[in-house]
Nanobody
Framework: QVQLVESGGGLVQAGGSLRLSCAAS????????MGWYRQAPGKQRVLVAT???????NYAISVKGRFTISRDNAKNTVYLQMDSLKPEDTAVYYC????????????WGQGTQVTVSS
């Protein structure tokens, strides 16, 4: 089992930036990839970005070119740099970790709230 702690959310104006962090602990050696989901009010949770141990990244179309995912393997931490934020980016952001077969390694934490004002 892997424990994940998200941080870095907040309130920002449209066009601004935020950086989210997710620190992993526990069965770190099981992790092949980490990433971020988000859930807006009244909507389903959707995948935003992932990064594998080898550094391969994937992004949802809605955030491509504006968000950048990265990781610090020494700190077992993944980051989500969010630039050019839009009101529609408002959501609770959750991180997760996966094995090589994309089996989730953690149950959902409390997430971190991102609110973008227009």
């Amino acid at each position: 089992q892997v424990q994940l702690v998200e941080s870095g959310g907040g309130l920002v104006q449209a066009g601004g930036s935020l950086r989210l962090s997710c620190a992993a602990s526990g069965s770190i050696s099981s992790i092949n990839a980490m990433g971020w989901y988000r859930q807006a009010p009244g909507k389903q949770r959707v995948l935003v970005a992932t990064i594998t141990n080898s550094g391969s990244t994937n992004y949802a179309i809605s955030v491509k070119g504006r968000f950048t995912i990265s990781r610090d393997n020494a700190k077992n931490t993944v980051y989500l740099q969010m630039d050019s934020l839009k009101p529609e980016d408002t959501a609770v952001y959750y991180c997760n970790a996966w094995t090589r077969t994309w089996t989730p390694l953690s149950s959902w934490g409390q997430g971190t709230q991102v609110t973008v004002s227009s």
